[in-house]
């Protein structure tokens, strides 16, 4: 793929929506549909700059770190807020939080807050079809329990079907049974349905631009992928490009100083699972012991590496269909996690 002009940027951590909005509209405004060029917009849940192409020397991120290479890096973007909903209706509206009133996962900014369009149904109501492929607003009422429908969406969004086991017993634990852990490297073969989500909406939104290239429509293909967040579910062969002995630990771990009650998270969602609740570590401010530290990161990294791959299936599919010279590639992340 040749590199691509500048609007087709890397987006980090809250797209830049002044910018982004910009040329997103550009998009959308050209002359006529055989002119038009098609947008990509790939968000990934609770990624962090832990890749290559930020500096960092462990993970493994080749493909994210190639559309790098040829794209727009920002250095200096942040998420207007650490909590997915509130932080995707944010940059999929361009408002920030105080404007849509919405902080946690419990309202719809269109009965609460206002009307406010989003990037996809600019996009639908100049002429675009607009397509959502798994986690691109949150689930839930925070999005009407339908993603936004029908208002961003030319069709009702897909979501794969193999979700529904995140958070279910499907990790083989070292006693041989299965249990609902934070760290869950997994035998696709052995899980319900022989695969996992992030595997199924790539495979979903490579079935949509083999569709979208013999249209005569231009597109805005949205895919969200779930990982990394946890659980820390990925095929475990992942896992190997980390060996313990190499994982370093968190240069912060500690709870700082005179931190005020409020600002801390207790992180109950994880003391939930049941690899953490053996640990039987105190709340709130118990410490994670360091082997399990370790354990936890290496298992974010290969999440990442995971991760790394479904997108370059899916880069690698665009320029196959001869498309990536007429699509703007987005990348983002809906926010990062703290330090373990």
Not at 34 to 61: E, F
Request: proline fraction near 9%; charged fraction near 20%; aromatic fraction near 10%.
């Amino acid at each position: 793929m040749p590199p691509p002009p500048p609007c087709r940027g890397l987006l980090w951590l809250g797209l830049v929506l002044g910018s982004v909005c910009v040329a997103l509209e550009s998009a959308a405004q050209t002359n006529s549909a055989t002119d038009a060029l098609n947008v990509l917009l790939i968000i990934v849940d609770d990624l962090r700059p832990s890749l290559g192409c930020y500096g960092d020397k462990v993970v493994r991120s080749p493909n994210i770190d190639q559309l790098a290479s040829r794209s727009l890096l920002f250095q200096n973007a942040f998420a207007q807020q650490a909590v997915c909903a509130p932080s995707r209706v944010s940059f999929l509206t361009g408002r920030r939080p105080d404007t849509t009133r919405l902080y946690d996962f419990n309202s719809y900014w269109r009965v609460h807050a206002g009307n406010f369009s989003t990037i996809p149904q600019y996009f639908k109501e100049n002429g675009y079809v607009t397509m959502s492929v798994g986690k691109v607003f949150h689930p839930g009422i925070s999005s009407n329990h339908s993603d936004d429908s029908p208002y961003s969406w030319s069709f009702p969004p897909y979501h794969p079907s193999s979700e529904k086991y995140e958070n279910t017993k499907t990790c083989r634990g070292p006693d041989g049974e299965l249990h609902a852990n934070l760290l869950c490297p997994v035998d696709v073969v052995d899980v319900p349905e022989g695969t996992l989500p992030d595997k199924q909406s790539t495979e979903e939104a490579i079935r949509l631009l083999e569709k979208m290239k013999i249209s005569a429509s231009p597109f805005f293909l949205a895919i969200g992928y779930h990982k990394p967040h946890i659980p820390f579910r990925y095929p475990k062969e992942f896992q190997k490009l980390y060996p313990l002995e190499n994982v370093t630990l968190a240069a912060d771990p500690q709870v700082p100083d005179g931190l005020p009650p409020v600002a801390y998270n207790p992180w109950m969602d994880i003391r939930q699972r049941e690899d953490v609740q053996a640990l039987n570590i105190s709340v709130p401010y118990g410490p994670i012991p360091v082997d399990f530290q370790r354990k936890i990161r290496q298992s974010y990294f290969a999440s990442v590496s995971y991760l790394d791959t479904q997108v370059g299936h899916l880069l690698s599919a665009l320029d196959d269909l001869q498309l990536a010279n007429s699509t703007i590639i987005a990348f983002t992340s809906d926010h990062g996690k703290t330090n373990i």
